[in-house]
């Protein structure tokens, strides 16, 4: 329809059409090629990390505070636990491009509320973040799937810690023998 429609082609085949087409297309590149280079660029380590920086551990601190936030039923709060330590300890055995790719999601997370005009999230109020969290919970497939990754990250992280095991009544070793 459009492809056969002679006033169309008409448009795109002067010049004024193919330098309009050009420059559009061009301003596509950069804005597409700035955000990629935006999201994958390399960023230092933070002091006592070995590979997320100062941005992505607050990410992972703020989205640890959504999944336990201070009235968890545990009792201890993520924010009383070093899951942004932890979780650098794991991403710091993946395979470099699985780190790359660990650390974009984490960059888009961050970044996400600004389409909205909220700001970064983890400058947001706890409560703004369990919203977006919940909202991934209950979204399309692909936001599932995101929450179900960082879900999953922060989770092993936050119950790897001893308090937190004690907490939920998980003990270590056998079970003891109770007599018959």
């Known amino acids: 329809m459009l492809a056969t429609d002679p006033s169309l082609l008409k448009l795109l085949l ?31 380590p933070a002091a006592g990390l070995a590979v997320l920086s100062d941005d992505e551990r607050e990410t992972v601190r703020a989205l640890a505070d ?7 039923p545990t009792g201890v709060p993520a924010n009383d636990v070093d899951i942004a330590g932890r979780v ?67 989770g092993v992280a936050y119950f790897d810690e001893p308090r937190v095991l004690r907490a939920i009544g998980h003990r270590f070793g056998c079970l003891p023998v109770v007599p018959s």
């Open 88 to 154: 650098d300890a794991y991403v710091a055995r993946l395979l470099p491009r699985e780190q790359r790719l660990l650390r974009a999601l984490l960059t888009l997370v961050e970044q996400w509320p600004r389409a909205t005009l909220a700001g970064r999230f983890s400058a947001l109020p706890t409560a703004a973040r369990v919203e977006i969290v919940d909202a991934w919970e209950r979204g399309i497939e692909q936001r599932q799937q995101l929450a179900s990754v960082f879900r999953t990250l922060v």
């Open 66 to 72: 959504a999944y336990f936030p201070a009235d968890t």
């Open 14 to 44: 002067t010049r004024r059409g193919a330098l309009r087409l050009g420059l559009g297309v061009g301003g596509a590149v950069l804005l597409l090629g700035g955000a990629g280079a935006f999201v994958f660029r390399a960023k230092p």
